[in-house]
């Protein structure tokens, strides 16, 4: 003796069923805020080469804060000296991070700018000008 119910359970449906596969019309309704247009390639490409330069710039900080010899006769002194070079080494990874956070939505060239802008701003220059000293 079958259920009724046991026969429902193991069917898939059919084409007027709206979660079928094959049918005709789908009952999903996506808002148009919600449909973003997709980054090119040529895009990712740029934003992957900017990225590369942000990493060289945080391992150019390393190298310029192991080079400093720097040390200051109190002990909230040389902990501060210390913050600062923490969030010196720090700083091209939190530039990138921000303006790929708060320039979402905004036109491509808006990024690039402020990306070019922080590989001025973030630079280890310690790094680039201590050959010269």
Known sequence: MRDETDEDALSWGD???????EAKERAVAVPFEAVRPQTSSAMLVVYGVFSGAYLIYVVGWILAVQRDTITLPTLLGEIMYQFGEFLAIASPAVWLGAVLLLTRGRGAVVRLLWLFVGLLVVAPWPFFLGGLA
């Open 15 to 21: 084409e007027s069923d709206p979660t079928h596969v």
